[in-house]
């Protein structure tokens, strides 16, 4: 094999060694990140400041959980809203993406529900966008209200106002997640079906 060959051989070798990493480590960038940056979990800080602005969310949900402020909502909604309340053990607010996820503009907030019978809900998507000041927390209920708050303490970095404003919609997010699984506690019932029309009655 002359020299020229031999230069021609290791080129061939090198620009398919090359290409061949060229697509293999974007795909495995895309494939590993899910398990090498997984999304947070919460801290186990208590928070109280932080599960009293949770309740106050609530309180403001419910508040507006009625027909003149929701229009085909039944009078009974609120209350029945309580019902379900008590019946919701946790609520974990995290990332559905890690930090190193390619796709960040996809990484939103999502709420994770657990009843007290330890079944768990699909994902509340919130359209939120994950960023290093989104709060990731853990809320634990009694009674149908936030009895705890859990967090890594970065809610402490910002004022109150400010993280108030952050989890506004808590509240509402939780409460009308129940709505999808038991429509009758806040909607009237649907009206009959029509009588099936005689078509051919309609051609004499």
């Known amino acids: 094999m002359t020299q020229e060959q031999e230069r021609a051989k290791r080129t061939n070798v090198a620009l398919v060694v090359g290409f061949s990493l060229a697509v293999m480590l974007p795909g495995g960038y895309f494939i590993l990140t899910p398990w090498l940056a997984p999304p947070e979990v919460p801290g186990n800080i208590p928070s109280p400041t932080l599960a009293r602005l949770l309740n106050e969310s609530i309180d403001n949900a419910l508040a507006d959980m009625n027909p003149r402020d929701a229009p085909g909502l039944i009078p ?31 990484n939103k907030l999502e709420y994770h529900l657990v009843r007290v019978d330890g079944v768990r809900f ?36 910002s004022s109150v106002d ?3 404003g952050r989890v506004a919609e808590f509240g509402q997010k939780v409460t009308w997640s129940d709505w999808d699984h038991h429509r009758a506690r806040y909607f009237p019932p649907p009206p009959p079906p029509p009588a099936p029309r005689d078509v051919a009655k309609e051609w004499e």
């Open 76 to 106: 009974e909604a609120a209350a029945n809203s309580r019902v379900f309340l008590h019946e919701v053990s946790e609520v974990v607010a995290r990332c559905s993406m890690g930090r190193l996820e390619p796709n960040q503009k996809y």
């Open 122 to 157: 699909k994902p509340i998507y919130t359209g939120t966008r994950c960023s290093e000041k989104t709060l990731i927390f853990r809320a634990t209920f009694k009674e149908g209200r936030v009895d705890q708050a859990f967090t890594d303490g970065r809610e402490r970095q």
């Open 162 to 164: 400010d993280v108030r």
